[in-house]
T-cell receptor, first 109, second 114 residues
Framework: GQNIDQPTEMTATEGAIVQINCTYQTSGFNGLFWYQQHAGEAPTFLSYNVLDGLEEKGRFSSFLSRSKGYSYLLLKELQMKDSASYLCAPLDSNYQLIWGAGTKLIIKP | IAGITQAPTSQILAAGRRMTLRCTQDMRHNAMYWYRQDLGLGLRLIHYSNTAGTTGKGEVPDGYSVSRANTDDFPLTLASAVPSQTSVYFC?????????????FGPGTRLTVL
């Protein structure tokens, strides 16, 4: 079956760095997305990785290891507005997104 | 209209009633999707449309139907609502089908079936 595993909740301090991990098992693989979702709002796109390695985009970076079925999202210089849920979503062999339940990130001052 | 809109924002519905959730996008995207989001679960795909005139079933299609008469609109209908359909419903769109493209989400409809 298809499975996505990410921590349910994480807490970090404003200004710090946090890494949100995601492991996945899918029928085939065509890349992996990360989305951000603030409470009561719609998900918004953060990143897409299809090749192994680190993709950096400002304060956010995303890493992929296809052989390990593993990805992480790295958030630097945390701000209070980064308090949100972060959704990991790999693409399976049918190019369907398989969504994880998300990691709720709480930022404390 | 800018982006993707949904209506209503929220609705309380009696079990057994018929309900249509509306979704409209003005980005001329080919692909559109309906998801439901329940606490503790990931987004689950209900139905999708790769292009106007075509639709397909997602992971949880039972009890729901869709149509795609034109590019912009993708309504979701619950023929006879049941309490298990209480959820937040998101409509999304992408330039092309196939999942490789970023999906843009509407603001969601919070539906409660009593």
């Amino acid at each position: 079956g298809q499975n996505i595993d990410q921590p349910t909740e994480m807490t970090a301090t404003e200004g710090a760095i946090v890494q949100i991990n995601c492991t996945y098992q899918t029928s085939g693989f065509n890349g992996l997305f990360w989305y951000q979702q603030h409470a009561g709002e719609a998900p918004t796109f953060l990143s897409y990785n299809v090749l192994d390695g680190l993709e950096e985009k400002g304060r956010f970076s995303s890493f992929l290891s296809r052989s390990k079925g593993y990805s992480y999202l790295l958030l630097k210089e945390l701000q209070m507005k980064d308090s949100a849920s972060y959704l990991c979503a790999p693409l399976d062999s049918n190019y369907q997104l398989i969504w994880g339940a998300g990691t709720k990130l709480i930022i404390k001052p | 209209i800018a982006g993707i809109t949904q209506a209503p924002t929220s609705q309380i519905l009696a079990a057994g009633r018929r309900m249509t959730l509306r979704c409209t996008q003005d980005m001329r995207h080919n692909a559109m999707y309906w998801y439901r989001q329940d606490l503790g679960l990931g987004l689950r795909l209900i139905h999708y449309s790769n292009t106007a005139g075509t639709t397909g079933k997602g992971e949880v299609p039972d009890g729901y139907s869709v149509s795609r008469a034109n590019t912009d609109d993708f309504p979701l209908t619950l023929a006879s609502a049941v309490p298990s359909q209480t959820s937040v419903y998101f409509c999304a769109s992408s330039v092309l089908a196939g999942g490789l493209n970023e999906q843009f989400f509407g603001p969601g409809t919070r539906l409660t079936v009593l």
